[in-house]
């Protein structure tokens, strides 16, 4: 029997403890072995629990007990979830984590603690909740050079413009929805303004690259300022507007990482990944590319990708699993505005519509002007050819007469 314990009894915590406790039996047949959760660590009382005398408030009773191996943290943020874990590694056990925060900031420093440490430090589910991804590019995807990788990263966000999309609800309401489904965290500023989206595509980066990007290093937009007009333009264009994060290795080995709302065209299979569901396509010179697809979030899914770490981990107690990266600085990151895109853009005219779009023709060239129902008089909405998006800010800045209400990237 392995004693292993859980840190945190939220939505994930008490997800793992579910699963664990349903598929015991089945596990333990299959790995010949038994998981005994001893300990579940949360300051808050749970008096209705099947299992009482697993709470404990100090952390210091799973660091101390020699009998546990094996600890999921499955609290967030960054503290104590930094300071519980790199005590626990150097305490010579291992550690598994849906904490995305955490290993986006602090991944390089602990994997490395881990390596001298001899015990793994696995993080499956902060990456795409339930679909298996991380090991994949890790072990299935070795043999590759592997040069851009790009997804919908966040469950909350997509279910939110899917519902706007397919309901005509409002932006709130579908909020609220995605809250009462268990997909936000409890603040929705990290998922509604990217930054959640952001901590998985430093992961990604991390494992496909090599290196450690940091996500005060990502160019990061969210989903708030999306409205209606631009969801009917994007439809005019054929395309879907969708949250997308995006890392792609420069020909000279930088990295640019962007997180953006983003046109995506109806060819690409992104463009039909809806709800909670998220996808992720991963570019490599041998496999051409592969995407997986699947639950980003919610209760269950997170923790079978969770669940899947423990029984790595006990299966492995005396061998490391060989998924880690370096550490890098900022000499690694290359200037997005530098990358080759082209842009929809929607403005109202001033005074005349037809001589802005005639500026616009004489300043992009060839453009692609863009209709909805209840387009106003003096507006006008239209996508530029490529360019460097560098020089297509610096036309934008020649269009006069006229307030530029919204841009979006075309992938
Ligand atoms: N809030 C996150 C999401 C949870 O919506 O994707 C899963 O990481």
Not at 97 to 124: C, D, P, R, W
Request: aromatic share 8%.
């Amino acid at each position: 029997m392995t004693n292993i314990a859980i840190m945190g009894h939220g939505t994930i915590g008490s997800g793992v403890a579910e699963v664990l406790l349903k598929n015991g039996k089945h596990i333990a047949l299959k790995i010949k072995d038994e998981i005994n959760i001893k300990y579940i660590l949360d300051l808050r009382d749970f008096p209705d629990s099947p299992y009482p005398e697993k709470f404990i408030k100090d952390f210091n009773i799973i660091l101390s007990d020699p009998e546990i191996k094996v600890v999921a943290e499955v609290m967030g943020g960054l503290n104590p979830a930094y300071e519980f874990t790199k005590s626990l590694l150097l305490a010579g056990k291992s550690v598994v984590t849906s904490n995305k925060e955490l290993v986006a900031q602090k991944g390089a420093e602990l994997l490395e603690i881990a390596e001298k440490n001899n015990v793994n430090y696995l993080f499956e589910a902060s990456v795409g909740g339930g679909i298996p991804v991380l090991r994949p590019i890790a072990q299935c995807l070795a043999a590759n050079e592997l040069y851009e990788v790009q997804g919908i990263l966040n469950g909350t966000t997509n279910f939110i413009m899917t519902k706007m999309v397919n309901d005509g609800i409002s932006f709130d309401e579908a909020l609220s929805l995605a809250q009462q489904n268990g997909y936000a965290e409890k603040d929705p500023t990290a998922d509604i303004e990217g930054h959640d989206a952001c901590r998985k595509i430093c992961i990604l980066a991390a494992l496909a690259f090599g290196k450690h990007i940091y996500p005060n290093s990502v160019y990061t937009e969210g989903i708030t300022k999306i409205t209606s007009a631009d969801i009917a333009y994007a439809n005019f264009a054929n395309c879907q507007v969708k949250l997308i994060g995006r890392a792609r290795l420069t020909d000279e080995g930088k990295c640019i990482a962007t997180v953006y709302p983003a046109f995506v065209n109806n060819d690409n299979q992104l463009a039909h990944v809806n709800g909670v569901y998220n996808a992720i396509n991963v570019f490599g010179d041998a496999i051409g590319n592969v995407m997986f697809y699947g639950p980003g979030a919610g209760k269950l899914p997170t923790a079978s990708a969770v669940v899947a770490d423990i029984i790595d981990c006990v299966k492995h107690l005396h061998a490391r699993k060989y998924l880690s990266w370096d550490d890098a600085d900022s000499s690694y990151i290359a200037d997005y505005k530098d990358d080759t895109v082209r842009l929809y853009v929607r403005l109202t005219a001033k005074n005349d519509r037809l001589s802005v779009k005639a500026k616009a023709e004489q300043l992009f060239g060839e453009i692609k002007v863009l209709g909805r129902n209840g387009e106003q008089d003096n507006e006008l909405a239209f996508i530029t050819p490529f360019a460097c998006e560098k020089e297509l800010d610096k036309l934008l800045e020649k269009l006069n007469d006229c307030d530029i209400i919204s841009t979006m990237r075309l992938i």
